[in-house]
């Protein structure tokens, strides 16, 4: 049996490091930072390193509805889903994982486009 990307790059431990980079780059962004003003960063770090966990084959999972039920407030256009898209490919990259991997993380993030967005 194929390891998940999950397993292939290490788990929650090398999943949780990208996480905290990602935000990082994302409270650094004038688009999308202000999203997470007056945000228990703990909390959002922690479901976000699930999220992507769930992204590459991991444990974690959440279904559309709590997706969706998630973002619902938060009136997240297209732009900013892009910045974050892009934003989350290039963490991927810094953190070693391979282009066919990145690919199908950010397809499977991809997919859940219309769950977040207006």
């Known amino acids: 049996m194929e390891k998940s990307l ?3 790059y290490g788990g929650f431990s090398v999943v949780s490091k990208i996480v905290l980079d990602l935000y ?3 409270l650094d962004d004038d688009d999308v930072g202000p999203f997470f003003d007056e945000i228990d960063m703990a909390r959002i770090v922690d479901h976000q390193t699930k999220f992507v966990s769930s992204l590459m084959g ?4 959440y279904t559309d ?3 969706r039920k998630m973002h619902a407030h938060l009136e997240i ?4 889903f892009d ?3 892009s934003l989350l490919r290039a963490t991927l990259a810094d953190h070693g994982v391979a282009p066919e991997d990145q690919a199908a993380i950010l ?3 991809e997919a859940r486009r219309d769950l977040v967005t207006e």
């Open 6 to 8: 999950f397993d292939k």
């Open 77 to 80: 256009h297209q732009r900013h």
């Open 83 to 85: 910045k974050l898209q």
């Open 107 to 109: 397809a499977a993030f």
């Open 58 to 61: 991991g444990p974690a999972s």
């Open 24 to 26: 990082d780059r994302l």
């Open 65 to 67: 509805d709590q997706i």
